[in-house]
């Protein structure tokens, strides 16, 4: 089993940055991928950022050269750098892990809550 529990959610304006964290606990073989996935209501979720064990990434094309994710092994946490954000950012935010992983939502097993994330023009 794994717990996730994401933080650092709010309101900024266009072009602002915001961190969002996910604390993250449970067995390590049960979160080799890990990953960043945001919804909009009506929306399918989506894919933001994916990172492995081994510190590979992926982006969704939408937030390449804006968003960064990145992973602290020590303390549990996996971070997401949001910088030059835009109104189509706006969206609820979650955090989720997967002993295998992928780019698509349905292949992670274990979820956060979410954290909100609005970008206004």
């Known amino acids: 089993q794994v717990q996730l529990q994401e933080s650092g959610g709010g309101s900024v304006q266009s072009g602002g940055s915001l961190r969002l964290s996910c604390a993250v606990s449970?067995?390590?073989?049960?979160?080799?991928?890990m990953g960043w996935f945001r919804q909009v209501p009506g929306k399918e979720r989506e894919e933001v950022a994916t990172i492995d064990s081994d510190g590979r990434t992926t982006y969704a094309d939408s937030v390449k050269g804006r968003f960064t994710v990145s992973h602290d092994n020590a303390k549990n946490i996996m971070f997401l750098q949001m910088n030059s954000l835009k109104p189509e950012d706006t969206a609820m935010y979650l955090c989720?892990?997967?002993?295998?992983?992928?780019?698509?939502?349905?292949?992670?097993?274990?979820w956060g809550q979410g954290t909100q994330v609005t970008v206004s023009s």
């Open positions: 989720a892990a997967d002993p295998y992983g992928g780019v698509w939502w349905f292949q992670y097993d274990y």
């Open positions: 449970g067995n390590s073989a049960d979160r080799r991928y």
